[in-house]
């Protein structure tokens, strides 16, 4: 399956399925040796994470994108494995607010849907014209196939 995305009123959703069990899964987003393995869009050539799996913890993400180290800080608000996660991370337009990321595992018939919801987006550019949730929603559509691509070498 590809990985489908929407984006309407600063709202992101990406749902994509895979073949592996829901543990396995949600595994993959919540151990730091996992998931550094798939994080990130297709330039990132490194990731760092700490990763404090419950509510109040830390869920930081630092990417490595043509040779800068791009950070990723954000804290758990919701953490109930292997059924859902949530986090919030500092908005780019104004660190005073929040952009709030949930993540659902839902067990289908041969696997495993994930909902993710990003919430919060602000309605700004980026360097080079280029509105910040089409960057964000390439780096989700990326991350979701680099995913699929873990789970299937780890099996």
């Not at 595994?27 to 050539?45: I, L, N, P, Y």
Request: glycine share 8%.
């Amino acid at each position: 399956m590809k990985t489908e995305t929407k984006f309407e009123d600063g709202k992101l959703t990406v749902t994509r399925i895979y073949e592996a069990p829901r543990e396995a899964v949600f595994e993959a987003w919540v151990e730091t040796s996992k998931v550094q393995q798939w994080w990130g869009c297709d330039s990132t050539t490194h990731v760092r994470s700490e990763i404090e799996p419950k509510v109040g913890g830390c869920y930081n993400h630092h990417m490595t994108i043509h040779g800068t180290e791009y950070p990723g800080e954000a804290t758990f608000i919701e953490y109930d494995p292997p059924s859902r996660l949530c986090y919030t991370s500092p908005s780019p337009a104004d660190p005073a607010e929040s952009m709030t990321v949930s993540v659902d595992f839902i067990e289908v018939e041969g696997g495993t849907l994930v909902r993710l919801v990003h919430a919060g987006i602000p309605d700004m550019k980026v360097p080079g014209d280029t509105p910040l949730y089409e960057i964000i929603q390439g780096g989700w559509s990326a991350a979701f196939r680099k995913l699929d691509g873990f789970l299937k070498t780890a099996a």
